[in-house]
């Protein structure tokens, strides 16, 4: 059985082959093939549609894939055989939508899983939990109730209880699309300092200027397949399909 130990740190953090999602007659994915590197930041962009986040979703299998393989540090997920919850815990995601308890403090929604999961004691869960509020500059908000903090301030939560499970990639579905316009710029520099710590990161975003700053590479997807990827000066600045050429045209 494929465990936590087998990972492998010599392979690429996320590597995707022939991956296809069909959603009854739909098929929403067209034969991914599709890798992330140690301590790269791979930026997917896309319309609405394009498949974006459903891919990311595949690569920790809370979508089921129709066929292809995933791997995560070199042990394949598909298999039937790997311990699919020992993986996740070395996969932080931040959604959309912030997904936490409401009537948890900011604190304990910090420490649950890390108890639950990673099996650590109190003191453990909640030194490890101010650390990680302290990072996105939340530390002040400890006792806070969800509703009692903007959506900025709940996706930065979010973020640091992703953190707190110490994984080894973090996987970002539009982490700012349900944002009010000024609180994006908080959630986007917390980001930024994971990136430039080292992190691995697949983020799926319509932030174009995060994508060419904070980007090692950015992959444009339309229909269900990748139309283009590269170097961000090169899919933004100077993209080479008409399909990427049009879809800049309108979000630049």
């Given at each position: 059985?494929?465990?936590?130990?087998?990972?492998?740190?010599?392979?690429?953090?996320?590597?995707?082959?022939?991956?296809?999602?069909?959603?009854?007659?739909?098929?929403?994915?067209?034969?991914?093939?599709?890798?992330?590197?140690?301590?790269?930041?791979?930026?997917?962009?896309?319309?609405?549609?394009?498949?974006?986040?459903?891919?990311?979703?595949?690569?920790?299998?809370?979508?089921?894939?129709?066929?292809?393989?995933?791997?995560?540090?070199?042990?394949?997920?598909?298999?039937?055989?790997?311990?699919?919850?020992?993986?996740?815990?070395?996969?932080?995601?931040?959604?959309?939508?912030?997904?936490?308890?409401?009537?948890?403090?900011?604190?304990?929604?910090?420490?649950?899983?890390?108890?639950?999961?990673?099996?650590?004691?109190?003191?453990?869960?909640?030194?490890?939990?101010?650390?990680?509020?302290?990072?996105?500059?939340?530390?002040?908000?400890?006792?806070?109730?969800?509703?009692?903090?903007?959506?900025?301030?709940?996706?930065?939560?979010?973020?640091?209880?992703?953190?707190?499970?110490?994984?080894?990639?973090?996987?970002?579905?539009?982490?700012?699309s349900a944002l009010d316009p000024e609180?994006?710029?908080?959630?986007?520099?917390?980001?930024?300092?994971?990136?430039?710590?080292?992190?691995?990161?697949?983020?799926?975003?319509?932030?174009?200027?995060?994508?060419?700053?904070?980007?090692?590479?950015?992959?444009?997807?339309?229909?269900?397949?990748?139309?283009?990827?590269?170097?961000?000066?090169?899919?933004?600045?100077?993209?080479?399909?008409?399909?990427?050429?049009?879809?800049?045209?309108?979000?630049?």
């Amino acid at each position: 059985m494929a465990t936590e130990s087998s990972l492998r740190k010599d392979r690429p953090a996320i590597e995707v082959r022939g991956l296809y999602k069909s959603f009854g007659d739909n098929e929403v994915l067209k034969g991914i093939d599709f890798h992330v590197d140690q301590g790269e930041v791979v930026c997917v962009i896309g319309p609405s549609g394009s498949g974006k986040s459903t891919l990311l979703r595949c690569v920790n299998r809370l979508e089921e894939p129709t066929k292809g393989t995933i791997l995560v540090e070199g042990v394949d997920i598909t298999d039937e055989e790997t311990d699919l919850d020992k993986i996740r815990t070395r996969i932080g995601m931040v959604f959309q939508q912030f997904n936490l308890f409401p009537h948890l403090s900011v604190l304990r929604n910090l420490t649950l899983a890390q108890q639950r999961a990673k099996k650590r004691g109190k003191s453990e869960a909640v030194e490890t939990a101010r650390r990680n509020l302290a990072k996105v500059g939340l530390d002040n908000r400890e006792n806070a109730y969800p509703t009692q903090l903007s959506g900025g301030q709940q996706q930065r939560v979010a973020i640091a209880r992703a953190l707190s499970m110490n994984p080894d990639m973090m996987l970002f579905d539009e982490p700012t699309s349900a944002l009010d316009p000024e609180l994006v710029g908080d959630v986007l520099e917390v980001m930024r300092q994971l990136a430039d710590e080292g992190m691995t990161m697949m983020v799926v975003t319509h932030e174009m200027g995060f994508a060419r700053e904070v980007g090692d590479r950015v992959v444009f997807m339309d229909g269900g397949v990748v139309v283009e990827q590269g170097k961000p000066e090169d899919v933004l600045g100077n993209p080479q399909h008409e399909r990427t050429k049009a879809f800049l045209s309108k979000v630049l």
